[in-house]
Nanobody, 125 residues
Framework: VVQLVECGGGSVQTGGTLTLTCAAS????????MAWFRRTPGKEREGIAA???????AYADSVNGRFTVSRDNAMNMLYLQMNGLKTEDTAMYYC???????????????????WGQGTQVTVSS
């Protein structure tokens, strides 16, 4: 069974830093592409960062240069280092994984069928 559990969310002021962590079950190995999405009430879900098992990455323009995605394949962990947080980064953040998705150039091909429950990030001015 593929399970994903996020943690690390919280409240921070503008310009602050947070690191999100996603713990994946042992079935999520380096064959899986993993990604971070976020959703704000009233807006569509936004894919913000993705990473292949070989550490190839892709970022949404909205976070490129501020957020860094990384993974530890041995520990089945996914991370999102968020620097320079803005109020518009306030959202519920979700971890996702699928072995039939992949980062290809600046984009992500395929879709994600496995999701965590989400962790809330709130940025205040």
């Amino acid at each position: 069974v593929v399970q994903l559990v996020e943690c690390g969310g919280g409240s921070v002021q503008t310009g602050g830093t947070l690191t999100l962590t996603c713990a994946a079950s042992r079935f999520v190995d380096s064959r899986y592409c993993m990604a971070w999405f976020r959703r704000t009430p009233g807006k569509e879900r936004e894919g913000i960062a993705a990473i292949n098992g070989d550490n190839t990455t892709a970022y949404a323009d909205s976070v490129n240069g501020r957020f860094t995605v990384s993974r530890d394949n041995a520990m089945n962990m996914l991370y999102l280092q968020m620097n320079g947080l803005k109020t518009e980064d306030t959202a519920m953040y979700y971890c996702a994984a699928d072995k039939f998705a992949c980062v290809y150039g600046p984009s992500v091909l395929g879709s994600f069928n496995y999701w965590g429950q989400g962790t809330q990030v709130t940025v205040s001015s």
